[in-house]
């Protein structure tokens, strides 16, 4: 009875400290937002203030970078997400030792340094004589966030009862209508789920964008020239913005999933 006393307190104090690790940078940088310092920092207070966010409004390089970032994410999920897909329902059909040796080639970008990835894709799209932009910034990310896509579907796929595919296909179902009634909406949560990592991993990278963004700037790369040349506290003021969708797109997809749960009951 003591150890498993002394066990849940561990386990308490644990999550208590890693959510305290996870959320304090995230509350200093949502007090700086509201500091009358021209620095990002909450000391010393120099007096409550709104103007950053104004400071933000006025930023067009800053909403153009963001723009750019969101224009790139999308593109990465448009074209990573079904080539993810893709790959792991061909290596769901794949038995022997090939397939092992598929699987390493295919996560293979996820091990490769981005500078890397995007030196070689610049070097290779510049002698098809394609400069550096979104398109390329695209074509660069994608190669190695469809892995991560690639990676979830996969999980999803292995819990998947093929007899409920066979049967339908028994029954007289084509190979296109039991995908699309059977194995889609089975695979849907991974997808959704492996959509939104790709929009993410897309939107705050950095060292394979650096190299193939040409003139074409996405946030990551504008926040970091912005700390060499001077941050202010319009940056945190965006920060707590962006915070602020993400918490509210949460809160309506919990709502949403509840209501879900509870009709189907």
């Known amino acids: 009875m003591k150890s498993e006393t002394i066990m849940r307190f561990a386990v308490r104090f644990y999550i208590g400290v890693f959510f305290i690790y996870l959320f304090t940078p995230l509350i200093i940088m949502g007090l700086a937002t509201f500091n009358d310092s ?3 920092t909450v000391s010393p207070w120099k007096g409550a203030t709104l103007k950053w966010f104004e400071a933000l409004a006025q930023d067009g390089a800053m909403w153009t970078a963001l723009w750019t970032s969101v224009l790139v994410a999308a593109g990465v999920l448009v074209v990573a997400v079904p080539i993810g897909i893709c790959c792991a329902l061909f290596l769901s059909t794949v038995q022997g030792r090939g397939k092992t040796f598929l699987y390493s ?3 293979s970008p996820l091990l490769t340094p981005g500078v890397i990835v995007g030196i070689s894709t610049l070097i290779f799209w510049k002698g098809l004589s394609v400069s550096g932009g979104v398109f390329l910034t695209v074509v660069a990310q994608t190669t190695f966030i469809a892995a991560y896509v690639m990676l979830m579907v996969l999980a ?3 819990r998947f009862d093929r007899t ?3 049967a339908a296909l028994s029954l007289g179902a084509t190979q296109w209508q039991a995908f699309r009634r059977i194995l889609l909406p089975y695979l849907k949560p991974a997808i959704i789920s492996a959509a939104a990592i790709a929009f993410l991993q897309s939107f705050e990278n950095y060292n394979t964008t650096l190299f193939v963004k040409g003139y074409d700037t996405t946030l ?3 926040i970091a020239s912005k700390v060499r040349t001077g941050l202010t506290p319009a940056v945190n003021a965006l920060g707590l913005v962006m915070i602020s969708i993400t918490i509210i797109l949460a809160i ?3 709502v949403k999933r509840r209501r879900e749960l509870s009709v189907s009951s």
Do not use: A, D, S
């Open 105 to 107: 080639l295919m996560m």
């Open 156 to 158: 999803r796929l292995q």
């Open 164 to 166: 409920l595919e066979n």
């Open 38 to 40: 021209r620095f990002p």
């Open 252 to 254: 309506v997809y919990e």
């Open 220 to 222: 990551t790369v504008y």
